[in-house]
């Protein structure tokens, strides 16, 4: 599936140094191939310069690509985005469990700020926790982050190890909630107990995947917005662009002006500028 050749020019100014905080870049595969034993194979490339492009058009200034699972452990193309927008980007890498140091640093001098774990099933699965507490200390040494994809079913189980954690742990997509079971479900309620705890962010994107009603993704508005008022200063945001593995593709405008649907200017404020700075250490 395709991105959204054409969206929509957003009706939402963001403020000056907005950040897309959750994006990839995928191939083009005759210079970044995709991994041979990837979970998913883009059907279209959906590199750097398309990226670039989107974000001037929608009025994004800083930017976090995420590492595909489509690259797998090859961060290359992630790579060559951030020396193009060195300072103004950050990334996010996939590195085994087991990855040593020098591997780590490497990654830290090209402009990677955390590492990713996937534990979606269609993903391939995560880590065992244990193996994870232990591999985070080496992400403290770096003054990293952990991000975390993972089904909302999956919070409460993992929450005791995650509490262990020495550095900030970032939950993806509002932690792949299902809005049709609403506010009061029990994964969302073991979502907003662990963000009490300070170390834990939470991405609010990805409502879109939330949805069970489809655009303009309505049922999803209310976990956003809880998120953004009770934890306003451990919230970042994220296109999710190109939006992979989804049946209907999103207008990426459409998404820009549903921000104003869950946050107030000063809650977009800290959002898609003041949280960025402080968790990724722009031009750092």
Known sequence: MSYHNNPTEP??????????????????????????????????DAPKDVLIDRHMFLGIERGVVVQS????????????????????????????????????????????????????????????????????????ALGWHLQLHLESSMIL????????????????????IDASRGLDQPAFKHLLKLLEDKRFWVKVSGLERASRQ?????????????????????VVWGTDWPHPNLDSVPDDG?????????????QRQALLVDNPMRLYKFGA
């Open 11 to 44: 009706k939402l100014r963001l403020p000056a140094g907005a950040c897309d905080a959750h994006f990839h870049v995928f191939g083009p595969k005759e210079k970044f191939p995709y991994a041979k034993d990837a979970p998913y194979t883009p059907s279209v």
């Open 69 to 140: 699972a489509a690259h797998g452990f090859d961060n290359s193309a992630s790579a060559d985005l951030l020396a193009e927008k060195k300072g103004s980007y950050v990334g996010v890498a996939l590195v085994p469990v087991d990855a040593d140091m020098a591997l780590l640093k490497k990654l830290n001098e090209q402009g990677f700020r955390g590492a990713r774990f996937n534990y979606l099933q269609h993903l391939g699965g995560g880590p065992a926790i244990a193996d994870l507490m232990k591999f985070s200390s080496k992400l403290a």
């Open 157 to 176: 189980k993992m929450t005791p190890e995650l509490k262990l954690s020495p550095v900030p742990v970032v939950i993806d997509h509002m932690g792949r």
């Open 214 to 234: 489809g655009a303009p993704y309505a049922d999803a508005v209310p976990f956003a917005r809880k998120l953004v008022a009770e934890f306003g200063d451990r």
């Open 254 to 266: 459409a998404l820009v002006d549903l921000v104003g649907e869950f946050a107030d200017e000063k």
